[in-house]
């Protein structure tokens, strides 16, 4: 049996369902948790979606996103099955994290550095996004998709992607973005609420990080600081995007943003542009993620200390070529 058909035998075979995304999460990770939720209550699973972390308020006009729950409001919740979203190692699920070690558990999963954590684990880096295994399975068992869920669904799909620009975008995932349009959903919608819905406070927060930013021949990197959110009346998620659009330098190979937020709390977004693999950088540092777009976290550390860091380390792979 391939491991699509052994989920689906879990997904009949049992009743209460627990889905969970990852803290940080991004467009993919919502419209993945939110999409299989509202997918399996449609086959009467008695099934919850959670994320362990605030979401982004402009992700909640998407079906299915306003009744993704907090971890709080899951404790007297005893699943029979979990399955994990997006997610590549077990501490990207937050306080959920112990609770897998003694529940069936299922991974589906598109990034490389996934750990295979699960009791079955469908991890295909082939797919653009979790958003998109998440719309494979569903054909497999039969989910009747209306407009809102084709375009929860399709977000994923569009945010994972770069709005159809990056280098997962292959012809498997027009054709199922076509079919989800067929259904109904609205690729317009989906990215005006995404793309065009910036505070002016977010224009000056990116000004920050331009007039920060440090080009060293193929590398470019920035920072934003604590001081700089506050200054700005930003929060972290008012950052989201701003280091791809470093990317676009010509002749910029690999772009980093450093976001510091609370203090001392540093989040590390990696982006390449053709041939360098972002996610080996980022695993050495305990992160993680794709070729193209990886990440990591450090706690209790000083925003310029990991900056001398990371870029030292960056500038090591680089200047030795490694892919
Ligand atoms: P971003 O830079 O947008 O935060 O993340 C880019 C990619 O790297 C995403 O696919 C995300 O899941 C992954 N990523 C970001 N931060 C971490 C991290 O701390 N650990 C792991 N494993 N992956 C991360
Ligand atoms: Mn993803």
């Known amino acids: 049996m391939n491991e699509i058909a052994k989920i689906v035998s879990q997904i009949i075979d049992l009743q209460d369902i627990l889905i969970v995304g990852h803290i940080m999460p991004d467009g993919d990770d919502i419209s993945s948790v939110a999409s299989l939720t509202l997918s399996l209550k449609q086959l009467g699973k008695n099934c919850f979606g959670s994320i362990?972390?605030?979401?982004?308020?402009?992700?909640?006009?998407?079906?299915?996103?306003?009744?993704?729950?907090?971890?709080?409001?899951?404790?007297?919740?005893?699943?029979?099955?979990?399955?994990?979203?997006?997610?590549?190692?077990?501490?990207?699920?937050?306080?959920?994290?112990?609770?897998?070690?003694?529940?069936?558990?299922?991974?589906?999963?598109?990034?490389?550095?996934?750990?295979?954590?699960?009791?079955?684990?469908?991890?295909?880096?082939?797919?653009?996004?979790?958003?998109?295994?998440?719309?494979?399975?569903?054909?497999?068992?039969?989910?009747?998709?209306?407009?809102?869920?084709?375009?929860?669904?399709?977000?994923?799909?569009?945010?994972?992607?770069?709005?159809?620009?990056?280098?997962?975008?292959d012809e498997r995932l027009f054709k199922d973005a076509a079919e989800l349009v067929r259904f109904g959903a609205k690729p317009y919608f989906i990215a005006t609420t995404i793309l065009e819905n910036k505070r002016p406070e977010q224009m000056k927060l990116y000004c920050t990080m331009i007039n920060h930013m440090i080009l060293e021949d193929s590398l470019v990197y920035s920072w934003l600081s604590y001081e700089d959110y506050l200054e700005n009346n930003c929060v972290e998620d008012d950052s989201t995007g701003f280091v791809s659009e470093m990317r676009a330098l010509k002749d910029v190979e690999v772009a980093i943003l450093f976001t510091e937020f609370p203090k001392n709390e540093i989040h590390v977004s990696f982006r390449s542009k053709n041939w360098f693999d972002v996610s080996r950088v980022a695993s050495i540092l305990g992160g993680g993620g794709h070729s193209r777009a990886a990440g990591c976290s450090f706690k209790d550390a000083e925003l310029e200390d990991v900056m001398k860091e990371v870029v030292s380390l960056t500038k090591d792979f680089l200047q030795g070529g490694v892919k």
């Open 52 to 169: 362990d972390y605030k979401i982004p308020d402009y992700y909640k006009v998407f079906a299915g996103v306003n009744e993704i729950r907090s971890y709080e409001e899951l404790t007297d919740f005893t699943p029979q099955l979990i399955i994990v979203l997006d997610s590549s190692s077990p501490d990207r699920v937050g306080r959920f994290e112990p609770m897998l070690s003694n529940h069936r558990t299922i991974v589906i999963d598109h990034h490389a550095t996934n750990t295979l954590f699960g009791d079955i684990n469908w991890v295909d880096t082939s797919y653009a996004a979790t958003a998109q295994m998440v719309y494979t399975l569903n054909k497999v068992l039969g989910i009747t998709y209306d407009s809102e869920l084709a375009t929860t669904n399709l977000m994923g799909m569009a945010t994972d992607s770069g709005f159809f620009r990056f280098s997962n975008t």
